[in-house]
C-alpha cells in the first residue's frame, strides 16, 4: 500500500504496522555522496574478430538512482521514506535486483538492506544464496555470508564463506569453490571438475574471474595447483591460458603445448604457445591477428632453437594481408600470402604444424610460396602488379619440379560495360618474367609478353541461349639463353571462335508421390582454332585442363599461356534435373557429354601424342538431394573403345542430424596420355554417437549422463594395399567437460609417415577454446562435415532465471 510523504524533519513520524496477510509498500530514494551508484559498464558485444550477439542489457546508470524501491512481506513496519521492517516473506525489488528473506530491514536514507534467515539476491540472472546480507542496494556493496551463487552466462556456481561486493561488478569471494556441472539431486553428487581457492575475484564488468591459492580436480584427483589463473565468467574473448595438448609422436616422442590467449584489443588478438618434444626439444610457436574495416590479415611462425634430431635451428613463419582502400584515383588493394621454412626436412617433421603455423591446409605441403600483389581498379580498368617466389622443399627419394617465380607480373585488363548493341568484349594484357633453378627445369628463362582480345554477343532467352564468340591471342617470348634452334625469340598469334548454345524444357513431373519441375536442357558448343607449331615453346606456367563437365566446354583444353590447342571440335551434351516444386531445390542431376573431333589435335605437351581419336571419352554425372540427409555425386569418364571407365568419382553422405555424419568416395584414376601414374583410393569419414548403438539416441539432455563419439577419417590405396592417411578418435560430452582422444597418421612420403596421439580436456565455462588446439585442428581439417561439439550453445537470456 502507499506511504505518505515524510513528516519534516523535526516532526518524526511514528512507526506502524501493517496487519496484512501480505503487505506492499513503495519506497523512494534519494541519491546521497556515499549511496550513489557507480557507472555500470554497458554489455557490448563480445570483443572477437568475428561478431557476438549481446548477451545482456544493463540498466544506464544514470536511470538507477531513480528506479523506485518496492517491498513486500507478511507485515511491514517502520517509518515512511525513513525505514522499513519487513518481517515474513520478505521481499525487496530495485530495477533488476530482487532480495528475499525471512526477515529485513531496510533504511531508505543509506538505500541499505540487511536481511538474514534463507537470504535470497538475483541480479540480473545471476544468483546468490546465503544466510546473512548487509548490501547497499543501488552501489551493490556489502557483504554475504555463507553463500552460494550461480552464474547466468556459464551456468558457474559454487560455495564461499562470505562474498563481499565492491560495487556493481566487482565482487570477492573468500574460501569458495567454483564449477560449470549440472548440480542433481543426489545425496552422494559431487561435480567431475571443481575448482577450490582461498579467494576469487569476480569482475563483472570485464566478465573475468581471477583465482588465489587453490586447486584444480577432477574426478576428485587433484591435477593443477593454482597460485593465480584467471577464468571467463561469459563467451567473451579474454586474456589467458587455453586446455593444454598431450600428444604422442612417432618423429618427436612426447609432446605438449601449453597455449596462451592474448586479447590484445577487440579487432587484435595474438595466441602464443611454448611447445616441449622429448626427443628434440623446445619450441616456441605463436599467432598473431588484426581485422581493420580496410583490411585483415595474420601472422603466425614458429622458433626451435636447436633440434636435437636434425642438429640445427628449424624455423617457420607465415604471413596474410588482404586490404582494400578507396582513393580518388580508383580501388586500390594490397594482398600478400608468405611462407617459409628452415629446411626441405621440416615439411616431414612438423607436417602437423604447418596449418596451426599458417602455412595452408595441406599437411604435407612442399611447395610454399611468397606472393604479393597490388591491383589498382577504376571503372572498365584494372591493373595488378605481382611478384611470386617459391620454396620448393625437395626429397631426394621423390625430387619434384619446382615452379617458375615470376619476379615480376604486369597485367591489365580491360572490360567495358553495357555496350552498345548487347556485345560484351575485354581486353587482357600482360607481362611476366619467369625465373627458375635451370638444373632442374633444363630449359631457358624468360620474359613472356602477350595480349587477349574477345568479343562475344550473347542471345539469351528464358527456352535457351547462343553465344557466338571470337578470340584473338598474340604472344612474345624472350629467352635468357638459345633455344635448340639457336633462337633466344619467339612469337605466336592465334585467332578462335567458339558457339555455344542450348536449350531449355520443363514439364512438371510427379515420382515416388512427390511433385517436380523437370528440366531437359540440351547443349552444343563448336570451338574452332587453326594449327600452328608451338613444339619449340617451352612450357612455364601450363599444364592440360582437367576433363570435367566445365572444361569439356570450353575453347583451349590447356590451363595457362603456353599452349593454344588447335580445336576443330563440337561437344554435345545433355542434363535433367528434378527440382522440388515447393522450393526449387535440386533433388536430382543427371548428365554425359562428348567430344566430336574434326581433325587431329597436333599441340599437346611436351612428350605427349597427338591426339588421333574422333570420339573423346563420355562423361557421365549424376548428383541426387532426395532429402536433406542423403546425398550422392558421381562422375564417370568412360572409354568406348575398351568399353572401361578411365576415372571414376563416386561420393556419398548420410546426415540426419547434428553430430551424426558419414562420407564415403571411392576414386578410380588409370593410366592414359596425360596421367602416368594410376591409383584407386577409399575414403570414408564419420562423426557418430556411440550412444545411438545402444539406444540412447538424440542429443544430451541437462542431468543426463555423457555422450561418447566416435570421429575419424580413413584412406585407403587399394593400389598398394594399406592405409594412406588415418584418423581416428573418440568424444566424450559431459555437462560441464568435453575429452578427446585422437590418433593421427599422416603418410609423409612413400616411405615413411608420421604417427601422433593426441590428448585434451577442455573444462566448459571454465577454460574455452577460442582458437583450437592439435586434436581439434586436426579433426576440423580432416573429418568432412565435423562439427565442434558445444559450437552452436547460446547463452541464455536473463529471463530463464527471473523472478
Known amino acids: 500500500m502507499p506511504v505518505p510523504a515524510p513528516a519534516p524533519a523535526s516532526t518524526p513520524a511514528p512507526s506502524r504496522a501493517v496487519p496484512a496477510s501480505t503487505a506492499q509498500t513503495t519506497l523512494t530514494t534519494q541519491p546521497t555522496e556515499e549511496s550513489d551508484p557507480l557507472p555500470v559498464t554497458s554489455g557490448l558485444p563480445a570483443p572477437t574478430l568475428r561478431a557476438s550477439p549481446m548477451l545482456q542489457e544493463d540498466i544506464?546508470?544514470?536511470?538507477?538512482p531513480q528506479l523506485p524501491v518496492f517491498v513486500t512481506g507478511?507485515?511491514?513496519?517502520?517509518?515512511p521514506d525513513i525505514k522499513a521492517v519487513i518481517d515474513g516473506h520478505a521481499e525487496l525489488r530495485r530495477g533488476d535486483t530482487v532480495i528475499r528473506a525471512d526477515r529485513m530491514e531496510y533504511d531508505v536514507p543509506e538505500d541499505r538492506a540487511m536481511a538474514e534467515g534463507n537470504v535470497h539476491i538475483n541480479r540480473a540472472g545471476n544468483i546468490y544464496q546465503g544466510t546473512m546480507l548487509d548490501l547497499k542496494v543501488d552501489a551493490f556493496s556489502g557483504f554475504f555470508?555463507?553463500?552460494?551463487y550461480r552464474f547466468l552466462e556459464t551456468g558457474g556456481h559454487g560455495e564461499a564463506s562470505r562474498v563481499d561486493f565492491i560495487d556493481n561488478d566487482n565482487s570477492i569471494v573468500h574460501n569458495s569453490t567454483y564449477t560449470t556441472c549440472e548440480r542433481t539431486n543426489e545425496a552422494s553428487w559431487r561435480p567431475d571438475w571443481i575448482l577450490r581457492a582461498r579467494k576469487i575475484t569476480l569482475d563483472r564488468g570485464e566478465d573475468v574471474g581471477v583465482a588465489e591459492d587453490g586447486v584444480l580436480e577432477f574426478k576428485g584427483i587433484p591435477i593443477l595447483p593454482v597460485p593465480r589463473l584467471s577464468f571467463p565468467l561469459s563467451d567473451k574473448r579474454k586474456s589467458g591460458f587455453l586446455p593444454p595438448t598431450i600428444g604422442l609422436s612417432s618423429n618427436s616422442g612426447v609432446e605438449y603445448e601449453q597455449p596462451y590467449y592474448w586479447n590484445i584489443a577487440p579487432n587484435r588478438d595474438a595466441t602464443i604457445t611454448p611447445i616441449l618434444m622429448s626427443r628434440r626439444?623446445?619450441?616456441l610457436a605463436g599467432d598473431f591477428r588484426y581485422l581493420e574495416p580496410t583490411y585483415r590479415g595474420e601472422a603466425s611462425g614458429m622458433y626451435m632453437p636447436r633440434d636435437q634430431l636434425r642438429d640445427r635451428d628449424r624455423w617457420s613463419y607465415g604471413l596474410k594481408h588482404n586490404g582494400l582502400l578507396d582513393s580518388p584515383i580508383g580501388g586500390l588493394g594490397l594482398n600478400i600470402d608468405v611462407k617459409r621454412v628452415s629446411d626441405d626436412d621440416y615439411w616431414r617433421d612438423f607436417s602437423q604444424r604447418t596449418s596451426a603455423a599458417g602455412l595452408g591446409t595441406q599437411l604435407t605441403q612442399r611447395l610454399l610460396?611468397?606472393?604479393?600483389?597490388?591491383?589498382?581498379?577504376?571503372?572498365?580498368?584494372?591493373?595488378?602488379?605481382?611478384?611470386?617466389?617459391?620454396?620448393?622443399l625437395q626429397d631426394v627419394s621423390a625430387p619434384i619440379m619446382p615452379p617458375y617465380d615470376r619476379l615480376p607480373q604486369l597485367h591489365y585488363r580491360y572490360s567495358p560495360q553495357d555496350l552498345a548493341g548487347g556485345f560484351d568484349f575485354s581486353v587482357d594484357a600482360d607481362y611476366t618474367k619467369f625465373r627458375a633453378d635451370r638444373n632442374f627445369t633444363r630449359q631457358p628463362n624468360a620474359e613472356r609478353s602477350f595480349a587477349m582480345a574477345q568479343l562475344s554477343r550473347p542471345f539469351l532467352a528464358p527456352a535457351g541461349f547462343v553465344i557466338p564468340k571470337v578470340m584473338l591471342n598474340t604472344t612474345n617470348y624472350q629467352f635468357d639463353s638459345q633455344l635448340v634452334n639457336g633462337s633466344t625469340s619467339m612469337s605466336r598469334t592465334l585467332p578462335t571462335f567458339s558457339l555455344d548454345s542450348g536449350l531449355v524444357f520443363e514439364r512438371d513431373a510427379n515420382f515416388f508421390g512427390r511433385s517436380f519441375l523437370q528440366t531437359l536442357e540440351p547443349r552444343a558448343f563448336y570451338t574452332y582454332t587453326p594449327y600452328r607449331d608451338q613444339s619449340m615453346l617451352p612450357i612455364y606456367d601450363t599444364a592440360p585442363s582437367d576433363f570435367n563437365f566445365a572444361s569439356i566446354y570450353t575453347e583451349n583444353a590447356f590451363g595457362g599461356n603456353d599452349r593454344i590447342a588447335d580445336n576443330n571440335l563440337l561437344t554435345l551434351g545433355v542434363t535433367t534435373r528434378l527440382l522440388d516444386a515447393d522450393t526449387g531445390a535440386e533433388a536430382a542431376r543427371f548428365g554425359v557429354a562428348q567430344r566430336i573431333r574434326f581433325s587431329d589435335q597436333d599441340v599437346t605437351m611436351p612428350g605427349v601424342n597427338?591426339?588421333?581419336?574422333?570420339?573423346?571419352?563420355?562423361?557421365?554425372?549424376?548428383?541426387?538431394?532426395?532429402?536433406?540427409q542423403w546425398s550422392l555425386d558421381t562422375t564417370v569418364q568412360y572409354n568406348p573403345k575398351t568399353s572401361r571407365s578411365t576415372r571414376s568419382t563416386i561420393g556419398a553422405r548420410y546426415s540426419p542430424s547434428k553430430y551424426h555424419t558419414v562420407s564415403a568416395a571411392y576414386r578410380l584414376q588409370k593410366i592414359t596420355d596425360s596421367i602416368t601414374e594410376p591409383s584407386e583410393q577409399f575414403d570414408i569419414g564419420w562423426q557418430w554417437p556411440l550412444n545411438d548403438l545402444w539406444g540412447d539416441k538424440g542429443e544430451r539432455v541437462p542431468g543426463g549422463p555423457g555422450r561418447w563419439y566416435s570421429v575419424g577419417r580413413l584412406n585407403y590405396s587399394m593400389k598398394d594395399s594399406k592405409f594412406v592417411d588415418t584418423i581416428v578418435g573418440f568424444e566424450y560430452e559431459s555437462c560441464c567437460w568435453i575429452g578427446r582422444v585422437v590418433l593421427e597418421r599422416l603418410q609423409?612420403?612413400?616411405?615413411?609417415?608420421?604417427?601422433?596421439?593426441m590428448f585434451q580436456v577442455e573444462f566448459l565455462g571454465f577454460s574455452r577454446l577460442s582458437l583450437?588446439?592439435?586434436?581439434?585442428q586436426s579433426l576440423q581439417r580432416n573429418v568432412p562435415r565435423y562439427q565442434m561439439l558445444r559450437q552452436d550453445s547460446v547463452s541464455p537470456s536473463r529471463f530463464s532465471q527471473y523472478d
Open 60 to 64: 544506464p546508470t544514470a536511470v538507477r
Open 281 to 283: 626439444g623446445a619450441a
Open 610 to 628: 597427338p591426339v588421333r581419336d574422333r570420339l573423346s571419352d563420355v562423361l557421365l554425372g549424376a548428383g541426387i538431394n532426395w532429402t536433406p
Open 772 to 776: 583450437g588446439s592439435n586434436p581439434l
Open 369 to 392: 610460396a611468397a606472393d604479393a600483389s597490388l591491383g589498382w581498379t577504376r571503372a572498365d580498368h584494372s591493373v595488378s602488379l605481382r611478384a611470386l617466389k617459391w620454396q620448393t
Open 74 to 79: 507478511d507485515q511491514v513496519t517502520g517509518q
Open 748 to 757: 609423409n612420403s612413400i616411405r615413411s609417415s608420421n604417427t601422433r596421439l
Open 145 to 148: 555470508s555463507d553463500a552460494r
